[in-house]
């Protein structure tokens, strides 16, 4: 079964400067999915990023960027020019490009708590 | 846009009473999942539907009963809560198999709370 881990449960980070967010994960299959997902107090979850495993180019979004390590199954996500408004929960997912049985189904960690210092 | 539509947000149930949540989606997505949310757990699948017509088990499951009631919606009921069943609950969709590259779309959450 594939796991996810997120070993830091909060961080901070000054505004304006940078921040990276750690994820660990461990599969067997050689397709996948990653996604870095944000919720605000709001408690919405919000798409910030995906990447491809077949993609070694790793994905950027504007101020949200990954660094991709397949073999070492390593997926952080690194938010440039910090905002207040980037203060959430960001949670790590995995999703199986396997179609069959589970499909689509999305393997959460447990969350970093994000803090934005003015 | 609507997107992921869930009803209520919040409820206050006592020990042993019944309910449904709703959830209902208009992306005409083939998948449908309800997710619970624990402080320091991260998000845990309860349940999901792949297809119209058919629902599985997640990792947590006990305790739970869906329904996939037609393509657009997607319900949860706890047949007699219990205080570990306070939670926040999500429900997602997604496009499923039919296609790569798809990420899941949430709604706003359920907050629930079992006394």
């Known amino acids: 079964a594939q796991t996810v881990t997120q070993s830091q449960p909060e961080m901070s980070v000054q505004e304006a400067e940078t921040v990276t967010l750690s994820c660990t994960y461990d599969?067997?299959?050689?397709?996948?999915?990653l996604f870095w997902y944000k919720q605000p107090p709001s408690r919405q979850m919000i798409l910030v990023i995906r990447q491809e495993a077949y993609k070694q180019q790793n994905a950027t979004e504007n101020r949200f960027s990954v660094n991709f390590q397949k073999a070492a199954k390593s997926f952080s996500l690194k938010i440039s020019d910090s905002q207040l408004g980037d203060a959430a929960m960001y949670f790590c997912a995995y999703r199986s490009a396997n179609y069959g049985g589970s499909q689509g189904n999305l393997i959460f960690g447990k969350g970093t708590k994000l803090s934005v210092k003015p | 846009n609507a997107g992921v539509t869930q009803t209520p947000k919040f409820q206050v149930l006592k020990t042993g009473q019944s309910m449904t949540l709703q959830c209902a989606q208009d992306m005409n997505h083939n998948s449908m999942y309800w997710y619970r949310q624990d402080p320091g757990m991260g998000l845990r699948l309860i349940y999901y539907s792949a297809s119209e017509g058919t629902t599985d088990k997640g990792e947590v499951p006990n305790g739970y009963n869906v329904s996939r009631l037609n393509k657009r919606e997607f319900s949860l009921r706890l047949e007699s809560a219990a205080p570990s069943q306070t939670s926040v609950y999500f429900c997602?969709?997604?496009?499923?198999?039919?296609?790569?590259?798809?990420?899941?779309?949430f709604g706003q959450g359920t907050r629930l709370t079992v006394v």
């Open positions: 997602a969709s997604s496009m499923g198999r039919a296609k790569r590259n798809t990420e899941a779309f």
């Open positions: 599969t067997s299959e050689s397709d996948y999915y």
